[in-house]
């Protein structure tokens, strides 16, 4: 039973469709089929039921799961006490975060990480949030760099900060130039300005269109989607080129506003446009005291930069 073998059943269990799985852990299908094989012959026994609605967890394979997770928390409860016993000078903590966040945080992290605990072995694993979700639930990773609300999982974590966000438009976008003109160069917009506007949006399964849907139907609005991207930086260079509008969390808006140029709008208070950056962890069992301090230090390192969080 390894990790990767867990990660396999435990991802296919929740998805009901070794297909979906594959997509999720990025493997083609056939391979996880194959290791699927291998894992029950190895046990002698059948995981999964096969039916019209999908794949649902056997007797055999729940059980399987079941020990995976006491043993998952057989191991963190180890290195927390052994943690515990060495102090937070020494030790290894193994950090997640997204290709962009690391960008952003992880200059002045590993600067003062290093000056404050030089002997901590720090790992770290980039990867998207949906993955990395899934690693921090598992408990392959102590500690993830995500933003909340979380898309599958109900983790634990600690607070770093709270993003705005932003309605990016082209910059000779009418309703912008009018209300701007009042001497606001970010203008809180309307519904009424939200019901004129086409959307270049983020794809369904990140979790920024998850907050980009709340927004809208704060504004009492279906949106119209003109395009559907992964990629902020492709919806913010859409847009300053007059193609849309887009929705921009504060630190991308800041770190391609230059690049691109796109005007931006606030959204009002109530329509509660944002979201948190935390450093999310496993429940069921409490923090190691190097994982505490990283944590400490990664609230102080986002404090000090205005362009990731107001």
């Known amino acids: 039973m390894t990790d990767r073998e867990i990660s396999y059943v435990s991802t296919i269990a929740r ?18 089929t194959q290791a699927l094989h291998r894992i029950e012959a190895e046990y002698g026994a059948v995981f999964f039921h096969r039916g019209q609605g999908g794949l649902s967890l056997t007797e055999a394979g729940q059980a399987y799961l079941n020990a995976a997770e006491r043993m998952k928390q057989t191991y963190q409860r180890m ?74 999982y109900d983790l634990e974590y600690i607070s770093l900060c709270r993003e705005e966000i932003y309605l990016a438009v082209p910059p000779d976008d009418p309703d912008y130039l009018a209300a701007s003109a009042k001497g606001d160069p970010l203008p809180v917009v309307t519904e009424e300005i939200m019901s004129r506007k086409a959307f270049n949006m983020l794809t369904p399964n990140q979790r920024s269109r998850q907050v980009a849907d709340n927004i809208c139907a704060a504004a009492g609005i279906i949106p119209k989607i003109l395009f559907s991207t992964t990629s902020f930086a492709t919806s913010l260079a859409l847009t300053a080129d007059g193609i849309g509008a887009a929705f921009a969390p504060r630190s991308f808006a800041r770190h391609y506003a230059r690049q691109y140029r796109p005007a931006f709008f606030r959204f009002p208070p109530a329509w509660n446009a944002g979201w948190e950056l935390v450093a999310a962890y496993a429940p069921n069992l409490p923090l190691s005291q190097p994982c505490l301090e990283l944590a400490r230090i990664m609230q102080e390192c986002v404090a000090s930069m205005p362009e990731v969080c107001p």
């Open 79 to 152: 290195e927390y006490e052994i943690g515990e016993a060495a102090g937070a000078r020494q030790g290894r903590v193994t950090l997640g975060i997204t290709p962009f966040q690391s960008r952003m945080i992880l200059p002045g992290l590993m600067r003062l990480y290093r000056r404050r605990f030089p002997m901590m072995d720090l790992r770290l694993l980039e990867n998207s949030s949906a993955q990395l979700e899934q690693l921090a639930w598992e408990g392959r990773l102590d500690l993830a760099v995500l933003h909340r609300p979380f898309r599958d």
């Open 15 to 32: 998805c009901g469709s070794i297909t979906r799985a594959a997509e999720q852990l990025f493997i083609a299908q056939p391979s996880l």
